[in-house]
Structures are given as C-alpha cells and as structure tokens.
C-alpha cells in the first residue's frame, strides 16, 4: 500500500506538546476503500477540528464523502485559531481547505505572525468560499500588501460581514486599498482598523468612501494618530452617511477642532448610535460643542469621553444638555477629573433624565462630597441601572449616603465602588441598605486610568 506523510502544519498546537502527524492514503488503496464508514468516523473523533479540516477532506472522493457526512466536521460553524503561532505555511493549508468548505462562519486567527504571503492564501480561499462571513486577524504582522489582497477580495465578495485586522501594519496605503474595496462591497459591516498606523491621509480615504458605502455599519479605528484633521474628514463623511451606526476614535490625538467638527455632524446625523471618543486631547470647549450637539442629536445612545480632564466645567456642559435629551443612554466620563463639582451637575441632571441608564464615572476624585450629591439623585431617579464609582476617594461617609438611597432605589442594578476607601462600617452601612434591595455592589480590586 502506497502512502506519503507529511508533519501537522500547526508549529505549537496549544492542545498537544507534539506535532500531530498525518497520513494521506493514496486514493487507490483497496483495504482504505473499503473501511466501514463507523470505522472511519471513530477515527475522525480523534482528530481535532484543524485537522479534520485541513487534512480529512482532499484525500480521496470517498474520505470526502464521509467526512461531508460526519456530524462534527457539519456542525464545525466556528474555528478558534488563535495564539498558535501558524505563520505562513499553516495558513496556506488552512486556506486551501477553506476552498470548498461549506459548513465554517466564524474564523479567528489573531496573533498568529501571519504575514502578507499568508494572506494571499487567504484572500485566495476567499474568492471561492461562500460562507465565511466573520475573519479576525488581529495582531499579526499584515502590511499594505496584505491589506491590498484582502480588497481585492472585497470588492466582489458577497458573504463576508466582519473583517477584523487591529494590530497589524497596513499604513494609509493599506486603508486606501481598503477603502477603494467599500466602494463597490456591499456585504461587509463591521471593520476593524484599531492601531495600524493609518493617519489622516488613511482617515480621509476611508472617509470618502463612506460618502456613498451605504451597507458598513460599525468601524473601528482607534490609535490611529489621525488627528483633527482626519477627524474632520470622518464628520464630513457623517453629514451623508445614512448607515454608519458605531464610530471608535479612541486614542486618536483629537482636540477642540476635531471634536468641533464632530459635533457639526451629530446634530443632524440620524443613525449613528455610538461614538467613542476616549482618551484623545479633548479640552472643556470641546465637550462644550458635544453637548450642544446633543441638545439636537436624536440618534446616539453611547458616548465615550473617557480620559480627557474636562474636569467640572466640561461635566457641567454635558449634564446641562441631558436634561432635555431623551436618547443617550450611556455615558462614559471616567478619568476626567470632574471631581464633586461635576458630580452635582450629574446628579442635578440625574433627578430629571429619564433616559441614561449606564453612567461611568471610575477616577474623578468626586469623593464624599460628590458622593452624597449622587446619592441623593438616586432616591429620586428611575431608569439608571449601572453606576460606576470606582477610585474615587469614597469614604465610610459616601458609603452611607449611598446606602441610604439603595434603600428607596428600586432601578440601580449594579454599583462598583472598588478602589476606594471604604471600610467596615462603610461595609456594613451598604450590607444594610441592601436588605430591602437586588443591587451588585463592586467593592474590591484596584484600578487607575
């Protein structure tokens, strides 16, 4: 019987501190024909799903028949490759099987040290494959090359919803192919740029091709370095975009110009639900114009200003347009030095809104004082479920003020007050608030912006 070997492409299989071998049967081979197929199934339930993947199917007309048969190889709908160290070569493999495989959706192979010659293979596989619709490559080693192969997939690729390539080295060059492919795809919703180096020029071509993309609804591209000018670019796109739905600029280096142009673009954009803006270089006057943006704004239901020092003024300016808008739901301001002063707006606010229901406020510094403002808005709110305090200098005193109002608040689902300096009595001030309550109160760990 003739018979050929060749090693398992994975390098460090995380289910096993040996590489698998695998034998290929040539297809003539008689006593391989004529195994009973409960025979071979008990095989297969050896292998792990790569394996049967990539090495069950393409052995033999009757192996592929079989195996098309065999429960997990048709129930194999998510594959997560993750953190293998596959490289090049096992991903070539793996695509090759992608080829005719009609069963995967979901294919996870971040940090994998996939390169751009990895990804030809892939974008190869893509071409035919007519159901994979979610591919995530995070963290790995893709350029502008591999960037500009996937595109070329795009652009005539009509399963494919979700692409997922954070941390990787595509450039601008690599978004301009992209963003070339969303001209003419109309499948893909959800992108995932986060940290590759794309910068405003990269900004504006995705930006001009969200004028006419009318399918992409959520794009991701934080710690990009785009700037206020790349920012202005994303808002113009905004004033005619109909169905962009989440937009993340965190970590962006955004200011005042950039948070201006944004805010132009709220008041009368109609679909966009989430902005994150965390941790870019927003001052008050910035926060100024995004909350005259939500006085008009009746779509968005998430903001993240996280990590900007907008400090009491820039709380105050936002508290004061929540009193009238009925759509935010959450809001993330932590790390924004808002200290008891912000609180009390918030708190002000928090008496008449009948809308919010997730506020963040994790390290502001609001302390007891801000505490008790809080506090005393919760006995009378109705809709806020989740309320984040942690490190926030809370003493056995704040802990009172909010055990006291847990005790006529019947909405407040979930409080974390780790980090702070609570201690027995505040302890047991909260245990006996909670008698008459269902709230999950936080109260350990440690954490900082």
Known sequence: MSKRK?????????????????VLVDQSSSPFLSLPVELVYRILDNLDPFTILCSARNVCVRLNMITDTYHRYQTLTTLNLGDNNIRDIAAQHLAYALHNNTTLIKLDLQDNIIG??????LADALRNNRTLTTLHLQSNIIGETGAQHLADVLRNNTTLTTLDLQSNMIGQKGAQHLADALRNNTTLTTLDLQSNMIGQKGAQHLADALRNNTTLTALHLGGNSIGDIGAQHLAYALHNNTTMVT?????????????QD???ALRNNTTLTALHLQYNAIP?????HLADALRKNTALTTLDLGGHKIGGEGAQHLADALLNNTTLTTLHLH???ITHEGAQH????????????????RSNSVGDKGVQHLADALRKNTTLTTLN?????????????????????????????????IGDGGAYSLADGLRSNMVAIVLSSFIRC
């Open 6 to 22: 060749f090693e398992h492409p994975f390098v460090a299989n995380k289910l096993s501190s040996r590489k698998t071998p695998i």
């Open 116 to 121: 751009d010659n990895g990804v030809v293979y």
């Open 247 to 259: 937009l993340n600029l965190g970590g962006n280096s955004i200011g005042n110009p950039g948070a």
């Open 262 to 264: 944004l805010a132009d």
């Open 284 to 288: 008050v006057k910035g926060a100024q």
């Open 335 to 337: 790390c924004n030095d």
């Open 346 to 361: 918030l708190a002000d606010t928090l008496r008449r809104n009948a809308a919010l229901t997730t506020l963040n406020l």
């Open 389 to 421: 305090l942690q490190d926030n200098i809370i003493g056995d005193n704040g802990a009172v003020y909010l055990a006291d109002a847990l005790r006529n608040n019947r909405t407040l689902t979930t409080l974390d007050l780790e980090s702070n300096n």
